[in-house]
């Protein structure tokens, strides 16, 4: 005759499904990277194999900035965006970013106690299998991005495909956030290697800042139009930053960049 589970392994899975959230919960509250510049400097030390160009002085704490680069992996720009972010001056941990949600389910324990949960706003894949904010997140982004010294990081392309610069893949939110707030966007080059069959990020380089354009005065269409072509400039920018070779479709940056500034009438007279 088939029985159930006994009494003890009916009520000990339930309960030890509890343990675990109260203690994953316990965790991820300790947000060292938050609390403690000591835990900034042991991560960065920890994050080895990638060289960072010295930060530039734009992005001091007296700055806003939206820092926007490729994507050659979820975890391997992960690893890149939270070195950068720990050598961010200033007292407080000044950086968040906007990933996909596993980037924080995902993680592990040390991810979790070092406080990743509240250092990503996280994206949600909606019928059509594109990854988008809901309208809550944009709230709190806008928030962050108006704080004195805050800095956000996106990506333009929500695929990593191409070293995560496929035109055909632009995303409008950077550019969205950046003329409404004001907010200087802020290339950064993912450099890679492979290594072992898989792509690793061995260089963090920087350009220019890019101030917005002023698109106020446009229409509906105009403002779909310039929002497309600023995106656009931005993985411009971002292409110049990579050897030839890893920038996808941009490989030909420099008619693109010309072109796209054309769009945005950036040099005319």
Known sequence: METGPGVVEAISSPAKRGIFARLDAKLCSLALLERSKGARKLLDLSIRGIEVEPIPAYLDEAHRAIVVS??????QTLRAVLKVACRLPGEEFRLKGIGRPEAVTHANM???????????????????GAYRLRNKIVKEVL??????????WMSVTGRTRGN???????????????ARKRVPLVPM?????????RLRVVKIRFG?????????????FERADFLMDFSRLA?????????????????NVDEKLEETERRLGIHEG
Not at 164 to 178: I, K, N, P
Not at 210 to 216: A, C
Not at 238 to 246: E, F
């Open 70 to 75: 490729n994507y050659p992996s979820v975890s």
């Open 208 to 220: 220019e800042p890019i101030d917005p354009p002023d698109e106020r005065a446009l229409g509906d």
């Open 110 to 128: 040390v991810l979790k106690a070092l406080g990743i949960g509240n250092l990503i706003f996280p994206v949600h894949k909606d019928k059509a």
């Open 164 to 178: 995560g610069l496929l035109e055909g893949d632009l995303r409008t939110g950077v550019a969205l956030f950046s």
């Open 235 to 251: 993985l411009c920018q971002v292409a110049k930053l990579l050897p030839p070779g890893q920038r996808g479709d941009f490989e």
């Open 189 to 197: 080059g993912l450099v890679t290697r492979e290594k072992k069959g």
């Open 143 to 152: 928030a962050h991005v108006e704080g004195t010294g805050h800095v956000l």
